[in-house]
């Protein structure tokens, strides 16, 4: 299926019309939350008008993408406003399918576009028809270069066996990270946030998803999430759920990109490498390294950091670390990574923290370990300051952010972990960007207390660019362009030859 225009094209307006009448139908939006939020979360999810609503990050810090399931069967709004005061931002039209097998829901997404700096907004959905979702509010960062955003190993809502503990033990993850860091400018997922033991046939997905997003921090900062093996057994339905910028045309992917204030992030989904060798897997990672290679070519200024993500760990101590997508992985894209100046790669899989010493991955020798291992001076520790030359690599595997299913260290230690912790309790790592460091500070859930942090920097770049004005950046799927008038965009190739249209139009997952 593909996604169609809404007859009526999204709408922003002054703060002053979220006064709107009550919608006419059985509980007022005050009265849904109230129930929302002291019921049991997965049973009232699914009784409402509007769910799962999700602030999508955007193709850079001007733009963010709203999702939303609603049964309402209007057509929908988005009010949009500076919460001071007066309209702000340009809302492109709504896009609309039915949801996959969630009859009647349908999934609506749109893009909002022009964002200042350093501000506050405001934002709903849903209609006065239909009924309205409540209201949220976010902040855009300053721009100055110096910023923070969360990155989170996999919540895998329903591992544990009970998806309403595992959905409260995430609320209280993302409660907590954005109490103790309210100028988060963006949360990054490292994937599995659902679980689907029954391989997307069954009704887990009825109970797991609306535990996954009943936390509103993921309606109060831009997040960004990575396709996990598990969110894979239903890939459906995580295109209904996600909206991403710049995603991959080239294959039935969910790789995509996007320019955040000095860093690009190069989210891959590594799922078609898979553990049992099946299908092309050579094919698989070369569309992989064509659109990582696309990406950067489009994307990335001088002095901006390169930041990748993806499911699969690479350099983990737990289990994974034998299997075989791992070890193809690990084999074939260390060496590119090194070769296209990665500086820094986020993964999970594992449900183990660890950390690796610097990476150089163009010397590969061997599968199982596929790199050269820069051996640090002094035994590794909390507080490393590392300085990587031309190539060198750093590698953070995330431990579980929930508790819902935690993996030993498998011993013996590799030759490439410099630090690895098991504790079994919920993590969750704060990554601070500046100009000339990369900071990953990891820190237990249940009090703050550190499990460890490492700086990687560099020397200040030689012409540092200001992030791109307002309106001035490339948006997901289409040409610069003004608000509501989507035009396909243009044939972009690569370093390696001509890959048709690099970044997919969003409006059209892969059915």
């Known amino acids: 299926m593909k996604f169609s225009r809404s007859s009526v094209a999204a709408v922003a307006v002054a703060s002053a019309l979220f006064a709107t009448a009550t919608p006419a139908f059985a509980l007022t939006d005050e009265e849904k939350v109230a129930l929302y939020d002291q019921t049991d979360h ?3 999810a699914e009784s409402m008008v509007i769910k799962e609503l999700i602030l999508n990050q955007g193709a850079d810090e001007h733009e963010v993408n709203l999702n939303w399931f609603s049964k309402s069967g209007k057509d929908e709004k988005v009010e949009f406003t500076k919460a001071s005061g007066g309209s702000a931002g340009a809302v492109d039209q709504i896009q609309s399918q039915p949801a996959f097998k969630d009859e009647p829901y349908t999934v609506h997404r749109t893009t909002v576009r022009d964002l ?20 949220y509010t976010f902040k855009t960062g300053d721009g100055d270069g110096k910023w923070d955003f969360t990155f989170f190993g996999d919540p895998q809502v329903g591992a544990s066996g009970n998806a309403e503990n595992d959905g409260q033990e995430w609320r209280k993850t993302a409660d907590h990270v954005m109490q103790q860091n309210p100028d988060n400018e963006m949360m ?31 309606r ?13 057994r239903a890939p459906e339905r995580f295109d209904d759920h996600y909206y991403q910028p710049n995603r991959n045309s080239n294959r039935e992917s969910r790789d995509f990109a996007f320019r955040r204030n000095n860093a690009v992030f190069v989210v891959l989904d590594t799922n ?3 553990a049992t060798g099946a299908g092309d897997q050579d094919a698989q990672i070369q569309n992989m390294q064509n659109f990582t290679r696309g990406a950067l070519g489009k994307l990335k200024k001088e002095g901006d950091w390169v930041i990748v993500s993806f499911h699969h760990s690479m350099f983990s101590q737990a289990g994974h670390r034998i299997d075989g997508n791992v070890k193809k992985l690990r084999y074939t894209m260390s060496p590119f990574f090194s070769e296209q100046g990665v500086d820094l790669v986020l993964a999970g899989h594992d449900h183990n923290y660890s950390r ?6 163009n010397q590969a020798s061997d599968v199982d370990q596929a790199a050269q291992v820069v051996e640090p001076e002094a035994e590794p520790a909390f507080g490393d300051v590392l300085k990587p030359k031309q190539g060198e690599v750093f590698h953070v595997t995330a431990n579980s952010s929930t508790g819902s ?21 919920p993590d969750y790592a704060q990554v601070s960007v500046s100009p000339t460091e990369l900071t990953v500070h990891t820190r237990n859930v249940a009090d703050d207390s550190d499990v460890d942090k490492v700086t990687i920097t560099r020397d200040a770049p030689a012409t540092p660019e200001k992030p791109g004005k307002p309106g001035g950046s490339l948006t997901p799927g289409s040409s610069e362009n003004s ?29």
């Open 42 to 44: 997965a049973t009232t």
């Open 405 to 425: 299913k935690y993996y030993a260290e498998l011993p013996p230690k590799q030759v490439y972990t410099a630090v690895t912790n098991q504790d079994n309790t």
């Open 272 to 274: 078609g490498v898979t």
């Open 220 to 232: 109060r900062a831009p997040i960004a999430v990575d396709n996990g093996n598990h969110d894979d």
């Open 116 to 135: 200042q700096p350093n501000t506050e907004y405001r934002y709903r959905v849903g209609s006065d028809e239909g009924g309205w979702s409540k209201s």
């Open 188 to 218: 990054l997922i490292s994937g599995d946030q659902v679980n689907l033991n029954d391989q997307g046939n069954g009704t887990d997905w009825t109970r797991e998803y609306p535990e996954f997003f009943s936390p509103d921090q993921l």
């Open 483 to 511: 608000a509501g008038s989507l035009k396909p965009m243009s044939s972009l190739g690569s370093a390696t030859g001509s890959l048709g249209s690099l970044f997919r139009d969003p409006f059209k997952p892969t059915r």
């Open 356 to 361: 690796s010493k610097l990476i150089n991955g």
